[in-house]
């Protein structure tokens, strides 16, 4: 049997609905019986659906969504067609599901992350499957992850999965092969590097919200999380039930050897970043090769508005992402203090303060 103890699969509009915009029948079916069946082996299981706009529209006939409004008010009748379906698939195995509706939000504070993840433990601990998509019927365009992809890599990170399969129309990543010869596709990637990220750029599948840049970035934070993460067609006979057994199908991203701790997982890829520290060479060698804090010392640009307590991005002069963490002080607080000396805060500032502009402890390096 696999290693793979904890699966996420993610399961694209396109592949989940007919053309005419019905939910596949069948191929709910054939999910719920190979999820069900990696449940009765002992793993736990996620799945992460969308399709639920889509077969909300059907329901509705609407054949197009002209305002925000209606996209929710879809959402909200396809969301409910989707989870009947399932829930009836899943208890024909004789199991119980569960709905877990997201939005960026619930990931923005430490306590919400905290509680989807306790939620999702908990459906665990009863054999449930958590049936996970995003809240789309309240979600507004300002907290909406808006793609699923984004979403079902944030579920790896919530739960440190060590699978993330995403089942998509396509056979897998492409890149450009040589001149003149079309597109390749990848069968294994070591490293998500610019290059891939920019070939993968902007291509998007038909009905969902996602592409393939959406795949590859959504493989990039769970690949840091310590995922594998497959791309594959999701139209091939057992297809989970294959990738899981090791079978080489699709495109696979090799996990990155760290492990992140819970917090550190969070840090990383869940709070998006309020703003930007821009540190020279000498603070980028004591984070990254000497495990120590941020000085203000270090500190040559301030970037953004924020508040102490806020996450911000460590950035190096040629604008790469070094690590992100928790910030002591304000932008306004980082920007009189930046380039002084620990021992000088207090007399700029007024008050005393920490030594540190974000402590070691509050940091996580991204890998670079
Ligand atoms: N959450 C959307 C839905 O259920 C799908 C988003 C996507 O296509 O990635 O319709």
Redesign the pocket.
């Known amino acids: 049997m696999s290693q793979y103890q904890t699966i996420v699969v993610k399961v694209?509009?396109s592949t989940l609905t007919r053309e005419s915009g019905e939910l596949d029948l069948n191929y709910m079916r054939s999910l719920a019986q190979q999820l069900s069946i990696l449940r009765r082996q002992g793993r736990d299981v996620v799945l992460v659906?969308?399709?639920?706009?889509?077969?909300?529209m059907k329901r509705l006939g609407l054949s197009k969504l002209k305002t925000m409004r209606e996209q929710q008010a879809a959402?909200a009748v396809?969301?409910g067609l989707?989870m009947r379906t399932y829930a009836e698939f899943f208890r024909d195995e004789g199991f119980t599901t569960g709905q877990v509706l997201l939005t960026r939000n619930d990931f923005t504070n430490r306590e919400g992350f905290l509680n989807a993840r306790n939620t999702l433990l908990t459906l665990f601990e009863h054999r449930v499957i958590p049936i996970v998509?995003?809240n789309?019927s309240v979600a507004i365009e300002e907290i909406k992850f808006?793609?699923?992809?984004t979403?079902a890599a944030q579920v790896v990170a919530l739960l440190d999965a060590d699978l993330l399969l995403l089942l998509t129309d396509v056979a897998g990543i492409y890149v450009p092969a040589k001149k003149g010869q079309g597109a390749r596709l990848m069968r294994e990637v070591r490293e998500i590097t610019p290059e891939l990220e920019q070939s993968a750029g902007g291509s998007v599948s038909g009905?969902?919200?996602?592409g393939m840049a959406?795949k590859v970035a959504a493989a990039r934070v769970a690949t840091n999380c310590g995922a594998t993460v497959v791309v594959v067609y999701g139209r091939e006979p057992n297809v989970v039930l294959r990738v899981v057994e090791g079978e080489p199908l699709g495109t696979t991203f090799l996990p990155r050897p760290r492990r992140l701790r819970t917090r550190e997982r969070w840090l990383a890829f869940s709070s998006p970043p309020a703003g930007d520290l821009v540190v020279d060479d000498g603070a980028r060698e004591m984070l990254l090769k000497r495990g120590k804090s941020l000085l203000p010392v270090g500190v040559l640009e301030v970037r953004g508005e924020f508040s102490s307590g806020d996450v911000v991005r460590v950035l190096d002069q040629r604008g790469r992402e070094l690590a992100r963490g928790l910030t002591n002080y304000s932008a306004e607080e980082a920007q009189r203090i930046c380039g002084r000396h620990s021992d000088e805060i207090e007399a700029i500032l007024g008050y005393p303060g920490d030594p540190e502009v974000i402590h070691r402890n509050n940091l996580t390096l991204v890998e670079v």
């Open positions: 694209g509009t659906t969308s399709g639920a706009i889509r077969a909300g959402a396809g969301q989707l998509n995003e789309d808006g793609d699923n992809d979403l009905i969902g919200q996602g959406t």
